[in-house]
């Protein structure tokens, strides 16, 4: 069946520290994987994104990284601020007729300490 | 621009009432997707609809049924309540054919 999990639960860090936080999935019939940040009372907030013929796309600060060969996903953040502290999940979308459904995993709680 | 909005904010009920729960999408999106997040879990997938049709659905009794208008708003319901039920409940809407979903700050559900 279809599952996204992370390794680690909660991760704390630096000021100024870079992040990393890592997810795997299950669904090799994924094309489709993103990154949200979910911060106390509101909803899901995207991040970033990648298909599944990349293996690698930037934006500001933040690195998404997918390998299919091990069905690994993670999300880099450099210079982490106190502003990233959140809960982080990664979806993936299965794509063909499961197209608009995304399966998160349980999330990473980030804190970022000053 | 507005974002995804939903309606109420926070509610309360007991076992065995329903509930209706109503999102509004961002202006152009025609997607309306639903989700139910359990405390300390991630989102689990309730239902898509697409131009007024159910285009997905998760693994969720009859009990929850949704609908989307002419204006592409959407409504959950959820008969015969129980205490399981208490979750905070998100939509999320999309362009036609986009990837990205974006999501409303969700209902707040409690059953007591």
């Known amino acids: 069946g279809e599952s996204v999990g992370l390794h680690l639960p909660t991760l704390s860090v630096q000021e100024g520290d870079n992040s990393i936080i890592n997810c795997a999935y299950s669904n090799s019939a994924s094309d489709y994987f993103i990154w949200y940040k979910q911060e106390s009372g509101k909803g899901p907030q995207f991040i970033i994104d990648i298909r599944s013929n990349m293996d690698k796309r930037q934006g500001q600060r933040v690195t998404v990284l997918l390998n299919k060969t091990v069905k690994h996903l993670s999300l880099q953040i450099a210079a982490t601020q106190p502003g990233d502290s959140a809960v982080y999940f990664c979806a993936e979308r299965a794509g063909g007729t499961s197209y608009g459904k995304l399966t998160f995993g349980q999330g990473t709680i980030l804190t970022v300490h000053p | 621009d507005a974002g995804v909005t939903q309606s109420p904010t926070h509610l309360i009920k007991t076992r065995g009432q329903h509930v209706t729960l109503r999102c509004s999408p961002i202006s152009g999106h025609k997607s309306v997707s639903w989700y139910q997040q359990v405390l300390g879990q991630g989102p689990q997938f309730i239902f898509q609809y697409y131009e007024k049709e159910e285009r997905g659905r998760g693994n969720f009794p009859d009990r929850f049924s949704a609908r989307q208008f002419p204006n592409y708003s959407s409504e959950l319901n959820v008969n015969a309540l129980l205490l399981g039920d208490s979750a905070l409940y998100l939509c999320?809407?999309?362009?036609?054919?986009?990837?990205?979903?974006?999501f409303g700050p969700g209902t707040r559900l409690t059953v007591l």
């Open positions: 999320a809407s999309s362009y036609p054919g986009g990837n990205e979903q974006f």
